[in-house]
């Protein structure tokens, strides 16, 4: 009876086995390189920015209009309404612009308290 295998045959587990251990070989230095560049340091600087003060027209403090007469009419507790809401305008007004500007201040430092 012919043999099937030929001469060759004995060659072909020690080449199956050497490119095996090189695929293994290649991933572990391939992991090794990886772990080695999360090993590098990285340094922080921290750079200082310049506060920016809030207008004194800011902080004035609101005061409400005083009421009109002492004897409180219905005219005149009517443009006293008007200038009550006026002065709470001008006070929103006032808190909007501070928030604004403390905004601001946050988006600059990337959300860290300024010391």
């Known amino acids: 009876m012919i043999s099937m295998r030929t001469h060759w045959t004995h060659r072909q587990p020690r080449l199956t086995s050497k490119l095996l251990f090189q695929a ?4 572990l230095l391939l992991c090794l390189l990886a772990q080695m560049t999360g090993c590098s340091t990285v ?13 004194a027209s800011l902080l004035v ?22 200038l ?11 808190i909007s612009g501070i928030r604004q500007i403390e ?8 959300g860290k308290p300024t010391p």
Do not use: F
Request: proline share 14%; aromatic share 6%; charged share 10%.
């Open 24 to 27: 293994m070989l290649a991933l």
């Open 43 to 55: 340094t922080t600087q921290y750079v200082k920015v310049p506060v920016t003060p809030i207008p």
């Open 84 to 94: 009550l809401l006026t002065d709470l305008q001008n006070c929103n007004t006032q």
């Open 103 to 110: 905004s601001s201040r946050q988006e600059n430092n990337d």
């Open 61 to 82: 403090l609101c005061q409400p209009s005083p009421p009109p007469s002492d004897p409180l009419t219905y005219g005149s507790s009517v443009q006293w309404n008007e």
